[in-house]
Nanobody, 121 residues
């Protein structure tokens, strides 16, 4: 069994910064990729950033140059540093891990419960 748990959301003023953390735990054999998604009210869930096991990263167009993703492989943890936040960044942020469990045949998606980020003055 695998658990994915996010932390670090909250209320911040426009132009401010927040750092999100996501830790995966349980019977993990390997993690291929970890990613952050977000979903604003009335909108579809969208990719924010992803980091692959080789360290390569990719970002959604709306956050490029403002957000940074990195991971600590030893801790099975991924971080998202969010700078220059805008009201349109307001959303529930979800962590996703593409994880192979011990004894499992393939990697599968595991999701956290989400953490609210609100950017408002």
């Amino acid at each position: 069994q695998v658990h994915v748990v996010e932390s670090g959301g909250g209320l911040v003023q426009p132009g401010g910064s927040l750092r999100l953390s996501c830790a995966a735990s349980g019977s993990i054999f390997s993690i291929n990729a970890m990613a952050w998604y977000r979903q604003a009210p009335g909108k579809q869930r969208e990719l924010v950033a992803v980091i692959i096991s080789d360290g390569s990263t990719n970002y959604g167009d709306s956050v490029k140059g403002r957000f940074t993703i990195w991971r600590d492989n030893a801790k099975n943890t991924v971080y998202l540093q969010m700078n220059s936040l805008k009201p349109e960044d307001t959303a529930v942020y979800y962590c996703n891990g593409f994880i192979r469990v011990v004894g499992g045949p393939t990697h599968e998606d595991y999701w956290g419960q989400g953490t609210q980020v609100t950017v408002s003055s």
